[in-house]
């Protein structure tokens, strides 16, 4: 059986000590594809220096994420435009609006945001979009843009059963589930089964947000088969469909060519 990991950071420091298991472990359980979606200027050398290593498994995308943006954020959004002809890019991320940790440049946020969505559709490239604590804001900046010719995937979905209805009135967008959904006191499970296993794509956001029962230790590839196994027991059906039903997901919103091992 083969998993595609949509969305995962493996090229980060965290992972500098033994970067080479981690991918070991992950082709060893079946992981097929890692999805890699930058977070600023200075993670494009390690993004980059992964995917010219492992290529067929490792598929890079570029982008600027919301917590990197602030009062300079002109020639850093420059910068990483700079980087769009360099690559074949299986998407634009990780971007999208975060009002958690700091609200002071929600202005700034929202043009790099809505800047890199034209990107997305000029190069005809789904989006990762983060979203936290600035869902309405993110809706805002998609519907400013204009939703013809958008595609991609909320990243690290963890919304309400009213945020999935606006998200289905978009069309073309799946939901990505990571460990989350695994907490015992997640209300994800209720809401994901109304959303529907054909809306659903698979993430860890590694290093973060291990799933049970790794919780609270570095998060990492392989671990994605314990979201999957969540996922089969939320929809009460087997492995097999939730991978085939899955993977299937994947191919519409990435295009990306793995290898066989």
């Avoid at 492992?54 to 943006?69: C, K, N």
Wanted: glycine share 6%; hydrophobic share 40%; charged share 25%.
């Amino acid at each position: 059986m083969k998993i595609i990991d949509t969305h995962t950071h493996i090229y980060l420091e965290e992972f500098d000590a033994d970067r080479d298991e981690v991918i070991r472990r992950a082709k060893a359980s079946g992981v097929e594809a890692l999805l890699l979606p930058n977070v600023d200027v200075t993670t494009q050398a390690p993004l980059f220096n992964l995917c010219d290593t492992e290529p067929g498994f490792t598929f890079p995308m570029m982008g600027l994420h919301p917590t990197s943006v602030d009062a300079s954020y002109v020639s850093r959004l420059n910068q990483i435009e700079k980087a769009l002809p360099l690559r074949r890019y299986c998407g634009i991320g990780e971007i999208g609006i975060d009002l958690y940790w700091d609200q002071h440049h929600l202005r700034e946020q929202k043009i790099v945001f809505e800047e890199q969505l034209r990107w997305s559709r000029a190069l005809q490239l789904p989006v990762s979009i983060h979203t936290r604590s600035a869902f309405a804001e993110v809706l805002d900046s998609i519907y400013r843009v204009g939703t013809n010719g958008l595609r991609g995937v909320f990243h690290c979905f963890g919304g309400t059963m009213d945020e999935l209805e606006q998200i289905r009135q978009l069309s073309g967008f799946k939901l990505g589930v990571n460990g989350i959904v695994t907490f015992k006191k997640s209300p994800l499970p209720e809401v994901l089964r109304q959303a529907g296993l054909e809306m659903l794509l698979l993430e860890t956001d590694a290093p973060y947000l291990a799933p049970s029962p790794y919780r609270g230790k570095r998060n990492e590839p392989s671990f994605l088969w314990e979201i999957a196994g969540k996922i089969a027991s939320i929809f009460e059906t087997s492995m097999d469909d939730v991978l085939e039903t899955i993977q299937k997901n994947t191919f519409e919103i990435f295009d990306i060519q793995c290898n066989e091992f």
